[in-house]
């Protein structure tokens, strides 16, 4: 027969186990919006001087730009598909950087799972935090898919997937999100997805002066390597 504490160390591991293929969620919150506004951490980083100005690159025609052609540049990416086909199911998550989940309900019922993710400290020191969506498909144009080494890459949240980043050359380098492609049989299926990086808006929020002030707030900019955590060498390794 077990002793009491060989039992109760079996019950923590199948917890730990449990707790990684099945997050904890919390009743859907009421959203007015879900944004990609890009990282968030970039500004900061990169400091005032930083390449990402939000405006358009010197290649991108005015079409490219915001409205009125006042230079405010968009990635086509951060126009969200949101609909249930293109939602990916639960996933898996790196248990040692997961910080929760964050349950959404849009107007019109539609219901969206947000991740909330650090950077592991062995990646970067940092240990920035993201909140991301994972779908699909997203618009891929003036997207450019940024490889990292492949010990980096797997390294992954979601265990099974490797991952590289996702930059909008239209947006001078704007760091949209990461894709994440099936590298191994914990893979959840054989699909590769997206994950951009997004804030959602409250209901009470929807106040059109608080909405927009709530937006500029989130509008990133700057180098997309520093914010990441990865360093030029790093890329060059591979």
Known sequence: MPSLHASSLAILVVATLLASWCPAVVEARETAAVVAPGNPHQRRLAGDDGDDDGTCSASSGQHSCGE?????????????????????????????TFRGIEERRLVGGLEITIYNFDQPRRLSELQLPFKILPMRRIDLTDVQVVEVPPKQALDSWFPGYAWSILICDRCKGR????????????????????????????????EPLAQQRFLAGLRAVGQPLAAIGLTASILSSK
Request: hydrophobic share 40%; charged share 20%.
């Open 68 to 96: 009125a052609g006042r230079g405010s540049c968009g990635c086509p990416a951060q126009n969200l598909e949101l609909m249930s086909s293109n939602l990916m199911p639960r996933l898996p998550v790196q248990g040692d």
């Open 175 to 206: 760091h949209l999100g990461w894709k994440f492609t099936p590298a191994g049989p914990s893979a959840l299926n054989s699909e590769a997805f997206y994950a951009l990086i997004v804030e959602a808006i409250d209901a009470e929020e929807e």
